[in-house]
């Protein structure tokens, strides 16, 4: 089996590099198994062309620079130069597992997919934000699991972050249709609707980095957000009540304090459930993540996960309901 690991890269040659170096290490039955390596500089001016030539020699590896024109766009180019028989992209913030491709191997040997997917997992070596936010993007109370989790709210589909698809998938649909705001939904979505066979492969995780800061994490969920809607406007019936929870998780929280104004009781009953499910996420991410520290960075940041996220949203939102108005 033939895998080509595609991977879209913007003024990140060191995150880049990370990634290559996680690649060097994977321990796989090399008689069923071969992969290649396809990076695709998205017209960055920090380029990470040196980066790639240092690993040259390691694996066969593919290095194309093209004007920039968005994450989408450019993992359609790798598909374009990909020789594999399964094309799985990667963020190039991402770390790979050592047992990645033959636990691929290993399923679709079993369970033959069309497209696939996994999770995504926080690495000892990440900060203690990084290791939060990581918390706030995978839970259960906070984004439903359906970033690649066996418990979810609503059916799994591949996240462009961790995502396999066979080759006659690609012939098939023609790869991106979008190259951001959701792109990765929408393809998911398309592949699904052509009749393809779509799972969830539990052990092949990756570790996602994510952003750094707070502030970063916020301006990519509520990018997100926005992406949601994006979605709605291809595939309407798409739009589930799980995916409201974040607005309602903001008008719940600014409407909480006139609570207050309206009676008492009402006030203490809206705050104290905001109290309650915050306690819940704290004792989980405790549960998860075993460190003190984590565990409350991980309230803030499903606070600023939800609220990015559903600002976005209902931004988005309005502005559709304004442009048919």
């Given at each position: 089996m033939f895998f080509s690991l595609i991977i879209p890269v913007?003024?990140?040659p060191?995150?880049?590099?990370?990634?290559?170096?996680?690649?060097?290490?994977?321990?796989?039955?090399?008689?069923?198994?071969r992969f290649e390596v396809v990076v695709i500089e998205d017209g960055s001016k920090n380029k990470a062309d040196q980066v790639a030539k240092k690993y040259k020699n390691q694996f066969d590896l593919t290095y194309f620079y093209k004007e920039n024109a968005g994450q989408g766009f450019a993992r359609n180019t790798?598909?374009?130069?990909?020789?594999?028989?399964?094309?799985?992209?990667?963020?190039?913030?991402?770390?790979v597992p050592p047992h990645y491709l033959q636990t691929v191997y290993d399923f679709l040997e079993k369970t033959p997919l069309d497209a696939f997917g996994g999770a995504d997992k926080a690495h000892e070596s990440f900060t203690d934000t990084q290791k939060a936010i990581s918390y706030a993007m995978t839970s259960l109370f906070s984004t439903g699991?359906?970033?690649?989790?066996?418990?979810s709210a609503e059916k799994f589909r591949p996240r462009s972050f961790n995502m396999g698809i066979s080759r006659a998938v690609y012939e098939k649909t023609k790869g991106y249709k979008i190259t951001r705001m959701g792109e990765d939904i929408e393809f998911s979505i398309r592949i699904e609707d052509n009749g393809f066979k779509i799972g969830?492969?539990?052990?092949?995780y990756v570790y996602h980095k994510r952003r750094t800061s707070f502030k970063q994490f916020y301006k990519q969920l509520h990018f997100f957000g926005r992406g949601r809607i994006n979605i709605w406007r291809f595939f309407p019936k798409e739009l589930k009540l799980v995916h409201c929870f974040p607005a309602a998780f903001v008008l719940y929280t600014l409407a909480s304090p006139v609570g207050f104004l309206i009676h008492p009781f009402l006030g203490l009953l809206m705050t104290g459930s905001l109290a309650f499910y915050f306690m819940v996420i704290w004792i989980d991410a405790l549960i998860q993540t075993k460190s003190l520290k984590v565990s409350l960075m991980s309230v803030g940041a499903v606070c600023v996960q939800l609220t990015a996220y559903g600002i976005g949203?209902?931004?988005?939102?309005?502005k559709e309901i304004w442009k048919k108005k």
């Open positions: 913007y003024n990140r060191d995150e880049l590099d990370e990634l290559l170096e996680s690649l060097t290490k994977q321990v796989f039955d090399t008689a069923k198994i790798g598909f374009e130069i990909a020789k594999g028989d399964y094309l799985v992209v990667f963020d190039s913030d991402a770390l699991g359906i970033r690649g989790n066996t418990k969830f492969i539990p052990n092949a949203f209902m931004t988005e939102a309005w």
